[in-house]
């Protein structure tokens, strides 16, 4: 869903997607109407007597629960920053911290694949959260109300350190259960990091994403039968489909190591162009009959734009006589030079949402590169035999992979 910017920390854009904006308030509410069955829960756990009586008069349960579901997102951000500000030390960019339907993602540019690095920004945020409930920990001890029957410093006193305790338990519990392993979660990344100690970096995320798949499907299940727990079923489906997502990606990235994009590309001679003057009619009367849905535009010989199935159907039938193809194209080329790696087109297709990529040299047109050159010689990798040594092997300098660090 969209999101939008709420501020920076560290120079990092902090966003909120629209999905979080349903889900505090839900929080806020679950927390109030909880309310006494938290604070029997933190006497119980810390042998203090804060007394429920307090906090559930009129709408004080709901506003403690909306202060206490603040205070556990600006956890969930400072966690992520935990992640991003030890990712910068090792020369990675963020992109953005979001808060979402399910706790909060640092998306970093790349993942290192030195293993130590990925476990010290693994680890960096459940170490955050750790400090962060030991802090409120400290400070409910010492606040009003902690011991006292009635509470000192009445119902506020007895409000804020109600908070103050929450607030230590569930980041606690958020450190401890980011270090499960459910690869892509905070455990599922330190234990990836352990094992390419002795593995390539793609063998290990297989093997992580596994056992994330695995750890997903244990969650579900106790979702369903612990009373249909739609949360955390929910996050038992995103762990699967990330785990998944993650390994396809690097074990792509493995088959396509060393891969140029001149290795894959149809080269300039056998890319079937059309003139700029054409009509839109003619055009998918050749899109019909050759079976191809994007063309490089050129006139007198030089490349000036990219035409696709989608530009063509965006004129009525009965126009499409009278529009030239120069009329619906896309001007603003996506290229790409014949020395880059192949991997790299991939990300960057994927990244535009576009099929294909103008090859040029320089000044000069050499060839196009779609999304089926890619995928053929992804196949190709995959028949001759040659992906399974490569995930086997373990290069001597890691190149680092595009994608998201996350944090449930």
């Known amino acids: 869903m969209r999101s939008f910017r709420i501020g920076s920390a560290f120079g990092i854009p902090l966003k909120l997607d629209l999905t979080f904006l ?38 004080v349960p709901f506003v403690v629960g909306t202060v206490a579901a603040v205070g556990l997102f600006v956890g969930v951000v400072l966690h992520e920053l935990g992640h991003s500000l030890v990712a910068m030390r090792y020369g990675v960019d963020i992109d953005s911290i979001t808060l979402w339907l399910f706790g909060g ?28 409930g030991v802090a409120c ?38 450190a401890g259960f980011n270090l499960l392993p459910g690869f892509p979660m905070d455990g599922g990344r330190v234990l990836r990091a352990l094992l390419a100690r002795t593995r390539s970096y793609a063998r290990a995320t297989q093997i992580a994403a596994e056992v994330g798949k695995g750890f997903a499907i244990l969650l579900g299940i106790v979702g369903l039968l612990g009373g249909l727990n739609i949360f955390l079923v929910g996050i038992a489906f995103f762990i699967y ?75 009525k039938e009965v126009e499409r006589d009278a529009y030239r193809v120069e009329e619906v194209m896309t001007a603003d080329l996506l290229t790409i030079a014949p020395e880059a790696d192949a991997m790299d087109a991939l990300t960057r297709m994927q990244q535009e949402g576009v099929g294909r990529l103008v090859v040029m040299d320089g000044e000069e047109f050499v060839g196009l590169l779609t999304r089926s050159d890619l995928m053929t010689a992804l196949d190709i990798i995959r ?11 373990r290069p001597e300098v890691n190149t680092g992979a595009s994608r998201p660090e996350e944090s449930p």
């Open 22 to 59: 349903l889900v505090l308030p839900l929080f806020a509410y679950l927390i109030g109407a909880q309310v006494g069955f938290y604070v029997e829960q933190l006497n119980g756990l810390f042998g203090t007597s804060l007394d429920a009586a307090a906090l559930t008069g009129g709408s």
């Open 105 to 132: 993602v640092a998306r970093l540019t790349e993942m290192p694949e030195d293993w130590k690095q990925e476990l010290y920004i693994a680890i960096a945020g459940p170490a955050v959260s750790i400090v962060l």
């Open 137 to 174: 920990y400290a400070a409910f001890l010492a606040a009003p109300g902690v011991l006292a029957v009635g509470g000192g410093g009445g119902t506020a006193g007895v409000a804020a350190t109600f908070v103050l305790g929450y607030l230590a338990l569930v980041n606690v519990l958020l």
């Open 241 to 315: 489909i990330g785990a998944s997502s993650e390994a396809q990606q690097t074990i792509t990235r493995a088959a396509f190591e060393g891969v140029l994009v001149r290795d894959v590309m149809t080269p300039r001679e056998r890319v079937d162009t059309v003139d700029a003057d054409a009509s839109v009619a003619a055009l998918l009367d050749r899109m019909f009959r050759e079976r191809h849905t994007g063309y490089p535009v050129v006139r007198n010989g030089a490349v000036v734009g990219l035409v696709t199935l989608q530009d063509a159907e965006a004129v």
């Open 383 to 393: 028949s001759s035999g040659q992906l399974d040594e490569r995930i086997r092997r």
